[in-house]
């Protein structure tokens, strides 16, 4: 009777272990810089997960540490920081940010030497990682995005260097084919990034997911000159991408705003820009899963959240949540899925082979 009880205690316990979660699959989650206390300066401040349903509702927010040894912050006044990307696996949300308290002056402006640069990771229980940092890349300027294959590999992407490989290997530029670079993601097996610099700005492509080389980062996507890139999503085929333009729509030009593009017979080709407004967009994430892919984005005002059903060239986007009063919204993307947990007949078995194995350490002491 009393290992019975044992059992049951077990099962119980681990089963209420894994029913925790601080954020629900399909949730949106955004990236907000500010605790609504103070205006926001270029000293390092406050970061914050937010997590919405799709309908723009609030659910809660998630905390990132402003002090200590895991402390990871971003530049209040820097837009161009705060990207957010899930991981590979789709288990965590990974952030980039400065390693230093909250308050620190300038802190863009900062020597790595001195704060160094880091690559935070947030489970689907709230639980925050400082995962990696470095004090040679990204100083003196602007830490923005970072992504990881979920198997203790991490990259960045700054203002400058190019994309740089953070992992348990040696750090150090896997490729500087584009030096200054915006929002970096591990997609399929290989990285992506956008850049807004030079003339060909736009998505690049680097094969695999290199730690180390020099590494050629090939231009995917072109959007030409004028274009301000940041986020960008991929169905599952690679047959068609949006990408958040921060340059403010306008009806004239027909551009800024979240552009489609599709990859056909001769390349990918530029459809059309969906408005958000006069709005740009820094933050993206697609739900591609119906027959109209919904596109979820927030503003380069770092003030809405939209989103935008693509029916064509003409939908323009529902306006679902705003910051509040000194914050500001930046990074977003789904939230990130729990980990698959053994069934109940697992842990059953886990707990009766336990017993068993008490039983058996029992009869051999007798």
């Not at 949006?242 to 340059?247: L, P, T, V």
């Not at 407004?277 to 005002?301: C, E, H, K, Q, R």
Request: aromatic content about 8%.
């Amino acid at each position: 009777m009393k290992n019975k009880i044992l059992l049951t205690t077990l099962i119980s316990t681990l089963a209420a272990s894994a029913a925790h979660a601080q954020f629900t699959a399909g949730d949106l989650v955004v990236l907000q810089e500010g605790n609504g206390l103070a205006a926001l300066t270029s000293a390092g401040t406050p970061i914050f997960l937010d997590q919405f349903t799709t309908s723009g509702t609030f659910v809660n927010s998630v905390a990132i540490p402003t002090n200590g040894v895991s402390a990871l912050v971003n530049s209040g006044t820097a837009s161009s920081e705060g990207g957010l990307n899930l991981s590979a696996d789709g288990q965590y949300l990974v952030l980039a940010g400065y390693n230093t308290s909250a308050g620190t002056a300038s802190v863009a402006n900062s020597t790595s030497s001195a704060v160094p640069r880091g690559v935070g990771t947030v489970d689907a229980s709230g639980n925050f990682i400082l995962a990696t940092t470095t004090s040679s890349f990204f100083s003196a300027n602007n830490i923005r995005s970072g992504t990881t294959d979920g198997n203790g590999n991490f990259w960045a992407a700054g203002a400058v260097g190019g994309a740089i490989y953070m992992g348990a290997g040696t750090p150090g530029a896997v490729s500087t084919t584009s030096a200054n670079n915006r929002i970096i993601q591990d997609i399929g097996g290989n990285l992506y990034f956008s850049t807004g610099s030079g003339s060909t700005r736009g998505i690049y492509e680097i094969s695999g997911t290199p730690t180390s080389g020099a590494n050629t980062a090939v231009s995917l996507i072109n959007l030409g000159g004028s274009a301000s890139p940041y986020d960008f999503a991929f169905n599952s085929g690679m047959t068609v991408a949006y990408i958040a333009d921060s340059d403010n729509y306008t009806t004239a030009s027909g551009i800024g705003g979240v552009e489609k593009w599709t990859n056909g017979v001769s390349g990918w080709g530029f459809d059309y820009s969906l408005s958000l407004g006069t709005n740009g967009a820094v933050g993206l994430a697609v739900d591609f899963s119906g027959a109209n892919p919904i596109i979820y984005a927030t503003s380069t005002s770092g003030t809405n959240l939209f989103d935008i059903v693509d029916t064509g060239s003409t939908a323009t986007g529902t306006l679902l949540a705003t910051a509040g009063a000194n914050e500001a919204f930046r990074g977003l993307d789904f939230a990130p899925q729990a980990a698959p947990e053994p069934s109940a007949f697992a842990l059953a078995g886990c707990g009766l082979a336990a017993l068993a194995g008490c039983r058996r350490f029992k009869k051999r002491k007798s």
